[in-house]
Nanobody, 116 residues
């Protein structure tokens, strides 16, 4: 089983920045696993906002393209999400997991609130 722990969220004003981190543990060959950042806003379904494969191929949802940057450190089994130019509509709980097909369990997530 994979254990995921997200951190780095907080309250930020519109236009601000945050860097989210996720550390994975468990019996996986992390370097070959495509990873993603998801978010879930109140009353909405969870959505996948950024992905990064083991070979470094990256995709973004249109809503975050040009503002968010995903990266990974396979030696540390970590995934990061640099979020710039934050907007109120980015407010959500952010989670990391395997991209497109989750591990079957989720971490607690990290709350991001964008408000003045």
């Amino acid at each position: 089983q994979v254990h995921l722990v997200e951190s780095g969220g907080g309250l930020v004003q519109p236009g601000g920045s945050l860097r989210l981190s996720c550390v994975a543990s468990g019996s996986i060959i992390f370097r070959i696993v495509p990873m993603g950042w998801y978010r879930q806003a109140p009353g909405k379904q969870r959505e996948l906002v950024a992905t990064i494969t083991g070979d470094g191929t990256i995709t973004y949802a249109d809503s975050v393209k040009g503002r968010f940057t995903i990266s990974r450190d396979d030696a540390k089994m970590m995934v990061y999400l640099q979020m710039n130019s934050l907007k109120p509509e980015d407010t959500a709980v952010y989670y990391c997991n395997r991209a497109w097909l989750d591990f079957g369990s989720w971490g607690q997530g990290t709350q991001v609130t964008v408000s003045s």
